[in-house]
């Protein structure tokens, strides 16, 4: 009996050993190093760090988190460490709609990280991650939104009936946002319930016009940079909103709402559609937070007259930067937070992962718990990831322009200046700014 | 001849380390920022900061509404805010004051709202004034007063007062917390003077305690003057200065062109220019101040 307790010990023990070993070979040995790092900070994104001792008892390195900020906030951070020239820590969050404006602070990742390691990543994750022919950031999940709704007010006969009087075709969920907009109109009854809501301040308006700019026909640019989102197509983005806005099929303070209000605007009940990220879903069907909970379908996002879907998507991601001292360390840290298993934690909980593998494991998951929700959710969210997906221009001076346009939409949408006017005006501005950074001569 | 020079010299010898630090942590950052502001100076481009303009900077926010509008807006807001400030600030510091037990709880409840962070307060209010979920309007309507969303945050005139209420409810007790002090230091003798020669309590008070309380209130209003010209966090997380630019004040439009932006020399400029408003508030409040003290028969 002893004989086979000290076998099983001694088992044990080879086990770990050869596992630790397995780790160590891994990640590589960095013992005795500290790694500086700069991170997003939040309750969706804090999860992931509780893993990091794991890879600091693999290498023997020691990693520490000079900065936990919001994303706004960091980058803040990291413009005041370029000013000052203070870039002496190694890996930083990043975003792909945030990169372009830092320059070359951050290293080409190509040859850094593994060949096959970039291989097992979404290809268009890793597209919209490259700046100027770099891959500037490796992706860690990513956002694009489709589109939720109320499934009860989509069963019900008497809505089906009246639909289909007034508009002349069968109610189901909106194929192109000109449906979108009658159905939001359709169900709205303004203050107790509404149709649909939108963001309406910061880049986050911006974006939903350039997506929908996009899905029209329309671009933000020409080929020479000149900007072209007062087009036609323009117009007819900027009078979506503008339209819902008239019909009240949007809360009044919509103008004033982000993320945030969106979301919880969905889950208390009182909006039919809702076009959002996939971390909400969980949210939406929970019934402790939710009061949709059972109630909620998703599809992909609409499509506009350019017969393209909406698809406004950033990630999340992780950067080198070009000063740090132990490149191999940081490429090593950045491949264990974004690496299978890593991945599938952030996937558990909502977010939708970079690597194709873990979009079909974590969908196994929901489907072998009962969750079909969940694994709708997965499969709508990877499809619309995998064929919709597209970023804002990756230049430098995106965000002034981003601040440039959305004024100009609340100007056009409350009717404070002629929606074309708003548009012109702003086109104008966005050139200045362009000529400003050297992309128009 | 060599002692005597060196004995000149010692006063200045003591003051060199006070002197220094002063330069390194208030005249060096200056004048690098003044300096700044005559240049193409951004943030993400530290070589820019070669790039002098000369007064260009100054030339464009001179000549546009876009700043001078929001310049406006901050003077107008100052000045609601702290007029809100002073009279509630008043009525709660003659209340405590009249206040015989647990006056000493009273005001440390008092301070609670200065111990929020103001981007606490700013994301309270922001969901108190949101019209579809928020208390406010879920209490106007259940209690049917209104049958439509008022649009707390989108409405010029309401979004205005919605900022200004937040900066109220969040400032109001340093004014409260200064005057008290003032009514304790108060002597009792000319109130008690004023009785004796037949005044009413209002005669007593306006004649009296409130001559006495300006001083306090004075400075209460230089020093949250400062404050309000400065006003950002609040405003930046219930507005973001709009919608439309309805609620732009001088340092969201400045942090957006400082940091969103990056175009840090054209927004120090702007900061510069916005001192001009601090300036003229503290001068103003300090006249004041030297006046009351005047009319109290107090030393200038």
Redesign the interface.
Known sequence: MNKIIAALVLGTALVAVGGTSMAADDWGKFDGYTLRVKLIGGAQYEPLYAEIPKWEAATGAKVDILSRKNHFEL??EI??D??A?TLDWCVGSNHTSFAP???NIYIDLNGVVKPEVLAEFDQLALQNSTVNGRLVQLPRHSDVSNLFYKKSLYEDQANKDAFKAKYGYDLAPPETFDQFKDQAIFFAK??DF?GT?YV???EAITGRFYEMLVANGGALFDENWNPTFNSAAGLKSLMWFKELYDAKAV??????YLWD?TG??FG?G??ALNLDWAGWAGYFNDPANSKVAGDVGVVRAPKGDGGKRSGWAGSHTFSITETCDNKDAAASLISFLTDHDRQMIEARSGLLPTRTQVWKDVKAEFEAAGNAFQAMVVDTYSLSMAEDAFTPPLI?PW??VS?VI??AL??GI?G?MDPQAALDDAAAKAKLVMEDAGYLK | MLFRRRERATPYLLLMPALAIMAFVVVIPLGFSLYTSFTGYRLIKPETISDFVGLRNYQRILTDLEFWVPFGRTVLFLTVALNIEFLLGLGIALLINQVTWGQRTLRTIMMFPMMFSPILVGFQFKFLFNDNIGVVNNALQSLGLTGFAVPWLVDGFLAFFSITFAEVWMSTSVFAILLLAGLFAMPRDPIEAARVDGCNPWQTFRHITLPFLMPFAYIAMAIRSLDVARAYDIVKVMTAGGPAGRTELLWTLIARTGYENSRMGMANSMAYVSTILSLLFTWYFYRKLVAARRYMGGLE
């Open positions: 980058d803040r413009k005041q370029i000013a020239g404006q830092y320059g303004a203050p509404y809501q309406g301040k910061d809360p009044a303070g919509v103008l004033n209000d919880l605007g208390s009182t909006v430098e965000v002034e601040n959305w004024p609340q100007k409350l404070e």
